[in-house]
């Protein structure tokens, strides 16, 4: 079976920081004619941090489209050009302190395919050297630690609900 969806036409209904908004017509299997809206987004890391007391680096932080405060693994978006270990070396000290001295990636997750581009890579890190953070205009963190083995019960009792924390914990679980 063919799945591939040709585009006839593409237009930007919104370009902004973040992320581009298009809407695209592409033609079907059968020869009809459909649209799809596109999120475009340059994609993010995430890092799951373990530090030697077997403690996982966790950040709190308000997150408007829930109007609530999230728990989440340290993580941030991807510079155009920006080569993935990189950033989640950067994103890691500004939202932690922690510089990493090794980063291996886990894997590589798409979010929201069915209506976003994004690709977000999700990085183990175990050895770390202390450092000074360096937030982003806007930002506001709490930092906290957990027992890596709480952590995982955070995530089956549902009070770990972002998808990148909850994949990262999971996938790190083989590991530790």
């Known amino acids: 079976m063919n799945f591939k969806e040709d585009t006839i036409e593409s237009n930007y209904i919104y370009k902004g920081k973040i992320i581009n908004v298009r809407k695209d017509k592409v033609e079907l299997y059968n020869g009809k004619t459909s649209y799809r809206e596109i ?9 799951v941090a373990i530090t030697k007391q077997k403690e996982i ?15 989440e693994i340290p993580a941030g978006k991807l510079e155009k050009g ?25 894997t590589i997750l798409y979010p929201s395919p069915g209506f976003s581009n994004e690709k977000l890579y999700i990085f183990y890190c175990s050895e770390m050297d202390i450092g000074h953070t360096n937030f982003d205009e806007g930002e506001n963190i709490e930092l906290i630690t957990k027992p890596f083995d709480e952590a995982v019960n955070m995530v089956y009792r549902g009070e770990i609900k972002d998808a990148k924390t909850v994949a990262g914990i999971l996938f790190a679980k083989f590991l530790i």
Do not use: M, S, W
């Open 82 to 106: 920006e080569k993935p270990d990189y950033c989640a070396a950067r994103e890691l000290q500004e939202e932690t302190g922690y510089i990493p001295k090794d980063l291996k990636l886990l």
């Open 39 to 47: 999120v475009e987004h340059n994609g993010g890391v995430a890092i």
């Open 57 to 71: 680096i966790l950040v709190k932080q308000y997150r408007k489209p829930f109007e609530e405060v999230i728990i």
